[in-house]
Every structure is written in structure tokens, then in C-alpha cells.
């Protein structure tokens, strides 16, 4: 399973960037309004961060196929590299995606909550469908479990479709659909860090330095 981190924080994603194996970047309208920043300065700033070469999910705000198309257009335009453009899940959006696909952009198809909207959205020519994991457990369901339907559904029909998981609280949900074939998930730059963490991890390395320092005090490999 890939990784993407879920922010609109210039910062976040030049941390996590730096130090994660990330692919790319989503973002929707929560995340960035909560940056109160200027719009194509921010998306811009993102591309310059991660490069051309790894994703960026950028949300339409457009209500009308036409105008999803257009802002789509837009927005590859203006910020280039690998680009998708997130619509909503919906009969404008599925008509929009359909008419991206012939223009040859991207389309993540985002707010899934069920198996049979994801197998529509693939249908209609999304690269990816994003179900909201979090979201789905909140309200008892179970967002692994959908997730896992839509992986064994595209999986039926060899569907050229990736699901991107979604919304996500804690990393018992982020390894549940890792176990159960998730191409890719999309999580919080908070949740990379606690992925990685275990009290164990942090016992042995204290051990390793504290035995080193025993015999070598603070002198390193390099130093030798
Ligand atoms: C992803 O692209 C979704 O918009 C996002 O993960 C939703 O997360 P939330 O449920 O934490 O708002």
C-alpha cells in the first residue's frame, strides 16, 4: 500500500515529504480553508515541494459538469506535473469524470461511501475512488470493511481503478486496509508519525546507545 498525506499544511508536507516514502498529496475544501491562505499560492507552493513527478489531488469546488471540467482544466493547467482532480461522488461529477477521461485528466472520485458508488466511479473512468474510512466508523460502518469490499469488487472485474482510502483516526485502521489489498491510503501528518512509533522501538534504541556509550562514550563509526 502507497502512501499520501491528507493536508493543505505547507509545512506538514515538507516535513513529511522529507522524511516519509510519500506519493503524492490530497487535499479537499476543509483542509484548505483551514490554511486561510491565498488558493493558487498555496496549491502552487504544494508542487513546489513535492515536484512534478509525485501526486497532487486538488478538489473541484464546481457544482456542474461543465464547470468541474473547466476548473479540472484549470487547475492541471496552472500547477502541472501528476495531477487529479477530486469531484465528489454524484451524477454532475460522474458525467464530469466521464468527460475528463476523454481529455486524458485524472480523476479521483472522493466522498465514497459504499461499494457500488466506487464501482460507478470506476465505471465512469476514475483513476481512484476514495472511501472515508473514519467517517463510515463513526456511524458504525465499518470503513475498513467497505474498503475491503471495493478492493475484492475492482478485483472481480480487473478494473483499472486504485482505491485510496481515506479519513482516517488512528493506524489499526490505516494496517486493517493494508491487510486487505488498499492501493494506496491518504492519512494526517500526524498519523505517519504514530505509524512508525512503538514503545519497543524506543526501548531498543536506548539500549544500543547506552551499551555503544558504555565502551565508545560519544564517539561514532565515522569518528574511528
Ligand atoms: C480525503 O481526501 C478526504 O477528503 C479526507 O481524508 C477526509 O478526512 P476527514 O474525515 O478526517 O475529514
Not at 512534478?52 to 492541471?76: C, F, P, R, Y
Request: charged share 20%.
Amino acid at each position: 500500500m502507497k502512501y499520501l498525506i491528507d493536508t493543505g499544511n505547507l509545512e506538514a508536507i515538507k516535513h513529511i515529504n522529507e522524511f516519509y516514502p510519500i506519493e503524492g498529496v490530497t487535499t479537499n475544501p476543509t483542509l484548505v480553508s483551514k490554511e486561510k491562505s491565498d488558493f493558487w499560492a498555496l496549491i502552487k507552493g504544494i508542487r513546489a515541494i513535492i515536484g512534478e513527478d509525485k501526486a497532487l489531488h486538488v478538489q473541484t469546488v464546481q457544482e456542474t459538469a461543465e464547470k468541474i471540467v473547466e476548473e479540472a482544466k484549470l487547475i492541471k493547467e496552472t500547477v502541472g506535473g501528476k495531477f487529479f482532480v477530486k469531484i465528489p461522488i454524484g451524477e454532475e461529477g460522474l458525467k464530469a469524470t466521464m468527460m475528463l477521461k476523454k481529455l486524458g485528466i485524472g480523476v479521483t472520485m472522493t466522498a465514497i461511501f459504499t461499494p457500488q458508488q466506487a464501482l460507478i466511479a470506476a465505471n465512469a473512468g476514475a483513476s481512484f475512488v476514495a472511501p472515508y474510512v473514519n467517517r463510515l466508523d463513526n456511524i458504525i460502518g465499518d470503513g475498513v470493511r467497505v474498503v475491503e469490499d471495493i478492493v475484492t469488487v475492482f478485483d472481480n472485474y480487473g478494473l483499472d481503478c486504485q482505491v485510496l482510502a481515506a479519513s482516517f483516526k488512528n493506524a489499526q485502521q490505516i494496517h486493517n486496509c493494508a491487510f486487505c489489498g488498499c492501493h494506496t491510503a491518504t492519512i494526517s501528518p500526524d498519523l505517519f508519525k504514530i505509524a512508525i512509533s512503538h514503545p519497543m522501538t524506543e526501548a531498543a534504541i536506548d539500549g544500543f546507545t547506552k551499551d555503544w556509550k558504555s565502551v565508545y562514550g560519544e564517539k561514532k563509526i565515522l569518528d574511528f
